[in-house]
């Protein structure tokens, strides 16, 4: 079956990774140099908590009984990461339902965080078509604080310093979790840490697909 996906999926290129890493505006850059179709896991994520079986989503239905605090205050950042559906690929079929029914004559850049390595593997025709961007930590907060989102989460809290530290502290947890997904995959990624600029970092991943999009 994988084999069948990877074939039908062979003109979908992704880009995965932590937040705050940029992922959406290369992605942006990319389907519009490129004139492919963009594919955002970010936009579709309430539709796809609607969308998703409760038996196939525990952990999104239990996220979605908490209250702003028991999601963000009252656990540690290690209950949270085991707890959080996305980071864990709940619903990750309902984003290949969604790239299935794309246009297939023409390419698609899928990008979020929700594609994780481990799951996105088996359905490449090539392991160039895939990449993942790991943001640092300080980098991370900095793209929290210039988009206005930093307290977005953590002023819907009783405590918002310590939802802010307890965000953080997870951010932390998934970008370890990636990398070693990463890692026992053979697959590609780039650390966002603010040397690279912008037009250095959209240079850096059209590298990486490069000789896909010479054959576009």
């Known amino acids: 079956m994988s084999l069948v996906l990877a074939e039908r999926l062979s003109h979908v290129y992704w880009i ?5 890493s940029a992922k959406t505006t290369i992605a942006r850059r990319i389907a519009s140099e490129h004139d492919m179709l963009l594919y955002s896991c970010d936009e579709v994520m309430g539709d796809h908590a609607r969308r998703c079986e409760p038996e196939e989503c525990p952990l999104l239905m ?5 209250s702003m605090d028991e999601r963000w205050v009252n656990r540690t950042a290690q209950v949270m990461f085991d707890t959080f559906h996305w ?12 790239l299935l029914n794309l246009p297939a004559d023409r390419k698609v850049i899928a990008e979020g965080f929700r594609l994780l390595p481990l799951l996105v593997e088996p359905l490449l025709a090539s392991p160039g078509n895939a990449l993942w961007l790991l943001s640092s930590p300080e980098f991370r907060r900095k793209a929290f604080t210039e988009r206005g989102s930093l307290w977005s989460i953590p002023n819907k809290t009783s405590n ?3 939802a802010l530290q307890n965000q953080l502290e997870r951010e ?4 370890k979790h990636l990398s070693r ?6 697959l ?5 840490d603010g040397v690279l600029s912008e037009d250095e970092l959209y240079a ?4 990486q697909f490069e000789l896909e999009f010479e054959d576009a």
């Open 16 to 20: 995965g990774g932590t937040s705050g």
């Open 62 to 66: 239990q996220f979605i009984e908490m």
């Open 87 to 98: 980071f864990h690929g709940e619903a990750f079929s309902c984003i290949l339902d969604d």
């Open 188 to 192: 590609r990624s780039i650390r966002v």
């Open 204 to 207: 850096a991943v059209s590298r």
């Open 160 to 162: 918002p310093e310590k």
């Open 172 to 175: 932390v947890l998934f970008e």
């Open 181 to 186: 997904q990463i890692e026992s995959t053979g």
